[in-house]
């Protein structure tokens, strides 16, 4: 019932792991598999090794989490075996990458196999990659279209919240080619500790995730929804199936889920089964509520 | 959570590298319950939490350097109680502990006996100085010790000590992985529960730089049961900062 065809990937259902959560080991993939998710998004991965910031790089806030973990990663040259790890729970696996320029991005792409590509062109606070290249157009363009050049799977993009016109960088990832759009990622955002005055992330500031994100992104996907010809898939803030299908409804073809994992790992069987129990009762389709939102 | 402020009332040099902080703030944790301890400007740790009330700490890396430079009045950010702790099992249990791995076995000794369970303990330490928490865990019951030098105790290890483990209703382990590995070989599997150190980022369950295969130690651990790890990766590599394989 909640089977569908994203990009050309079959999958069995449309809420996937989003990047960064759970997705730096195998065996930590694997058991989000086996947490009943459609497919797995891999931690973004870059040319070399990388620690990220230092702590604190995660906090929970009053409506949501903030977080600057610095894009830590074992580079793609030792990351091959965690994807075929996670592959072995049989669900499509989605490489997340990211570098400084188009190059790099190639790079890594032409060297990892993977049932898809993610480009983070997003990451609000990692300097000189991410979002540095995800505000400006004719990168975006330029970095999609030189991957789609390098690789013969689905090359998704995932852009930032952080731009005054989400839509432009929209249309310049389907300019390159890009097969999907992801949307978003985290909003920049920063807390201070009032007892010290420091800023509580070791990188001083970083990006908001988590329930206070997920109007903004349902605006960003139903926008998206409009502006582009290609697929929109939704992330930010979704906790429950509600959610779920209100991304659906804004234009979503499939989810993602990231901070909710937290204090539910069985988050993915849990809004399947709420989804397809909604479904019933209203007897539509996943078809049917695919941008419904924007037909009333 | 956000971070709490705690402030530093009372410092304990336990050995020449461990001191005891206690701050102003109980935390209520189960024993095995670790906090994220964020010296500001500097690092946020995970520790575990030795009374309700405090952290013990051995100086190692840059953050606890920082920590140890601090006084009564001075002040970190806490985040915690975190993570899943230690489940007490009635009848006689056995405590092994290595070096500062004794920290969040005492508090589960003296909650044992305060709850009618007999506790027999194993504390080794690399000399008689090093060892930490000797007194409580007396108070608790039986103490056998172990050093490497031999300066107190039998010389050798404290897996050495391990004898007659059928007879107790569970046993308890913390220590170095490698200590912890040898007495995972040793004992029975579903009679055994040991508390990890992992490298830990968020501490929320979220990120999952601390994942042994797919457990994450900061959520559905620190504590796993003998049963859990027995098959995993534990004891043969763990994953440093960029989340590469390094050997235990």
């Known amino acids: 019932m909640l089977s569908l065809k994203l990009t050309g990937i079959s999958l069995k259902n449309p809420i996937m792991l989003a990047a960064g959560i759970m997705g730096t080991t195998g065996g930590s993939m694997k058991r989000i598999a086996q947490a009943g998710a459609g497919a797995l998004v891999t931690k973004s991965i870059g040319l070399e090794p990388k620690s990220g910031h230092s702590n604190p790089s995660m906090v929970e806030v009053d409506c949501g989490y903030l977080n600057a973990m610095g894009l830590p990663n074992p580079s793609y040259k030792n990351f091959q075996h965690e994807i075929d790890t996670a592959k072995e729970a049989g669900v499509p696996v989605i490489a997340s990458i990211f570098g400084g320029c188009a190059l790099d991005f190639s790079e890594i792409a032409g060297a990892i196999h993977a049932d898809a590509f993610e480009l983070n062109v997003s990451c609000p606070h990692a300097h000189g990659y991410g979002a540095e290249i995800g505000t400006d157009p004719a990168l975006v363009e330029d970095i ?46 920063m807390a201070i500790d009032i007892e010290s005055g420091y800023p509580i992330l070791g990188n001083k500031f970083g990006g908001l995730s988590g329930r206070a994100i997920k109007p903004v992104a349902v605006k960003c996907v139903y926008d998206l929804y409009e502006a582009l010809d290609i697929p929109v898939i939704g992330v930010g803030g979704i906790s429950d199936w509600k959610d779920a299908v209100e991304f659906i409804m804004a234009g979503a073809q499939a989810v993602e889920i990231g901070s909710a994992i937290g204090n539910n790992i069985n988050i993915f069987k849990e809004i399947s089964t709420g989804m397809e129990a909604f479904l019933s009762e209203k007897e539509w389709t996943l078809d049917d509520i695919y941008g419904m939102g924007h037909q009333i | 959570m956000k971070p709490v402020n705690a ?5 304990v040099e336990e050995t020449p590298t461990i001191r005891t902080f206690f701050f102003e703030t109980s935390f209520d944790p189960e024993p095995g319950q670790f906090v994220m ?10 520790m575990a939490l030795s009374y309700d009330n405090a952290i013990t700490v051995q100086n190692v890396g840059p953050a606890t350097s920082a920590l140890f430079e601090l006084g009564n009045g001075d002040s970190i950010g806490i985040r915690g109680p975190l993570g899943k702790g230690f489940d007490r099992k009635p009848g006689h249990i056995l405590l092994i502990a290595g070096g500062v791995g004794a920290a969040p076995l005492a508090p589960l000794a003296e909650k044992a006996i305060s709850e009618g369970i007999n506790v027999t303990t194993l504390l080794g330490a690399k000399t008689k100085e090093e060892l930490v928490f000797k007194k409580r865990f007396e108070k608790a019951g039986d103490v056998l010790i ?71 130690v900061c959520k559905d651990g620190p504590v796993f049961s003998g049963e859990v790890l027995k098959h995993s990766e534990f004891g043969i590599y763990r994953r440093n900062e960029c989340g590469e394989r390094v050997k235990v």
């Not at chain 2, 402030?7 to 410092?11: A, F, G, L, S």
């Open chain 2, 37 to 46: 301890a964020w010296i500001r400007g500097v690092d946020e740790i995970p």
């Open chain 2, 7 to 11: 402030v530093i009332t009372e410092i």
């Open chain 1, 144 to 189: 999609t279209s030189m991957v789609k050049n390098t690789v013969d799977v689905p090359v998704w993009v995932k852009l930032t919240p952080n731009v005054t016109n989400i839509k432009s960088i929209g249309l310049a990832a389907q300019n390159g080619g890009a097969d999907a759009v992801v949307a978003i990622n985290t909003v920049r955002a």
């Open chain 2, 146 to 216: 172990a050093t490497d030098d031999g300066s107190e105790g039998k010389h050798g290890y404290v897996t050495q000590l391990i004898n007659n483990n059928e007879s107790y209703s569970q046993i308890y382990c913390c220590g170095p992985e490698i200590m912890m590995k040898k007495v995972l070989d040793k004992v029975p599997l579903s009679k055994s529960q040991f508390s990890l150190h992992r490298y830990i980022k968020c501490g929320i369950g979220i990120c999952g730089a601390c994942c042994v295969d797919g457990l994450r």
